[in-house]
């Protein structure tokens, strides 16, 4: 955590004390819901503070906007995840439907996958996609790529030690 004396921190706290309250209405403008818009308002301040240096700027609002813009796709995102999450537990017959604390659990991991599958260029996600979620061989998404085999089992294994890495920094039970 930036200390009160690093000048990256001063910027952004100059910046919340003369833009918070624009940036909230502003989301509240597209979420109908305030509580969700001081939420994400929170969540684009802490994501400039995790930034090794914020630019200065000329035009704070468009920067704000443009930062809260990505805050709002991962919410809207996060929020889709959840829904097609819940669907699938509510199609499972009741005997095998985890715990809440493991259902919290997974729904965690999920989203966490989901981030770090997103972070991926956009063939070595599909690549990763098609073969582990749609069962498509090496060949027919090589194809779709266009690219050889090799260049998508490459793909597949970046893709997957992605996944292994993610699971080995999850704090699982």
């Given amino acids: 955590m930036p200390s009160p004396s690093d000048s990256s921190f001063c910027d952004v706290a100059a910046l919340y004390r003369q833009q918070h309250n624009w940036l909230k209405n502003w989301l509240r403008h597209r979420l109908n819901c305030s509580h969700s818009a001081a939420d994400l308002a929170q969540?684009?301040?802490?994501?400039?503070?995790?930034?090794?240096?914020?630019?200065?700027?000329?035009?704070?609002?468009?920067?704000?906007?443009?930062?809260?813009q990505s805050v709002l796709s991962n919410h809207y995102r996060r929020q889709k995840l959840e829904r097609v999450y819940l669907a699938a537990l509510a199609a499972m017959p009741e005997q095998y439907v985890p715990s809440l604390e493991t259902q919290a659990i997974l729904l965690e991991t999920l989203i966490s996958l989901d981030a770090a599958i997103e972070g991926l260029d956009q063939p070595v996600r599909a690549a990763f996609l098609w073969s582990q979620v749609d069962g498509l061989s090496h060949g027919e998404i090589a194809e779709r790529l266009n690219l050889s085999i090799t260049t998508v089992k490459r793909y597949i294994v970046k893709a997957g030690a992605l996944c292994i890495r993610l699971d080995h920094s999850l704090d699982l039970p």
């Fill in 43 to 68: 969540d684009t301040f802490l994501r400039l503070l995790a930034k090794d240096q914020v630019p200065h700027l000329h035009a704070p609002r468009t920067f704000l906007a443009k930062v809260a």
